[in-house]
Structure formats: structure tokens, C-alpha cells
């Protein structure tokens, strides 16, 4: 697997916006340039989708969720014991500017959010407004 790491990143990422489902993923074969040599070594990405259940789907009031936005094949979490083991991109979380949340808003495909966008708009501001994890 070429980018293990990726699934701490993204257990972060589905924290917090509140996963209120299992990760999935897309497996494909993979080139990855060795940045020390100049060489390439082939293996295995796994590319993260499903965003159904984003801030706590149906139970929008939990504040916990516990296994939700985990992977099936808890394996790829081997190396995570405990919180401070996805701190790093908690962190970048918290403090990613403002922008970020609005410039992934305007790339958001207009037929996703028809009838909506206003209750959108105002979910991604109390978002950026109110952050605190939630692990």
C-alpha cells in the first residue's frame, strides 16, 4: 500500500465533519516516485470516497461517533493507538483557513445541493465557526 498514511488523514478529516458511516475506498495500482532517488516503486493507492453521511447523517445531535468513518479492514489503522496518533491532521484541521471551507463550497456540483444551498451555506458556517473536535 503506498499511501497507508493517507487512512490516519482521512479518520481526522471524516472526525470531523462528522462521518456518520464507514470509509470507503477505491484500490488501483500505483507509481510512486522515491523523492531520495529519483526512482519509482509500483503498489497499491487507496483513493477515499463516500461522503453520504457527512455531520452526523441522520443524528445531526451526537457529539460522539465513535467507530463511525473507519475502514472495514481495520488493519490500515495498525500503527494508531489513541488519539494523538491523527493529532497532526487535527490540527491542520483547526486551523485551515476559512477559504478552504469556501472554495470547497463553490466546487460543489449544483445538482448535489439543489433546494439546499441555503441550509448548506449555513451548516459550513457554523462549522467554521464553531470547530471542536469530535473523536
Not at 503498489?43 to 447523517?57: K, N, Q, V, W
Not at 489513541?82 to 485551515?96: E, G, M, N, Q, Y
Not at 463550497?105 to 471542536?132: C, H, T
Request: aromatic content about 12%; proline content about 5%; some cysteine.
Amino acid at each position: 500500500m503506498v499511501n497507508l498514511g493517507d487512512f490516519r488523514a482521512i479518520l481526522a478529516f471524516d472526525k470531523w465533519r462528522g462521518n456518520a458511516d464507514g470509509r470507503q475506498c477505491v484500490f488501483d495500482r500505483a507509481m510512486v516516485r522515491s523523492g531520495d532517488t529519483g526512482g519509482a516503486r509500483a503498489g497499491f493507492g487507496a483513493r477515499m470516497i463516500d461522503h453520504g453521511y457527512t455531520f452526523h447523517g441522520a443524528q445531526p445531535g451526537l457529539s460522539r461517533i465513535g467507530p463511525a468513518g473507519l475502514y472495514a479492514r481495520r488493519v490500515v489503522y495498525g500503527s494508531v493507538r489513541s488519539l494523538d496518533d491523527i493529532t497532526p491532521w487535527l490540527d491542520r484541521a483547526v486551523h485551515f483557513p476559512e477559504e478552504v471551507i469556501d472554495l470547497a463550497w463553490k466546487r460543489i456540483p449544483p445538482d448535489w445541493v439543489y433546494g439546499e444551498e441555503e441550509s448548506l451555506g449555513r451548516l459550513l458556517k457554523q462549522r467554521a465557526a464553531n470547530w471542536r473536535p469530535r473523536c
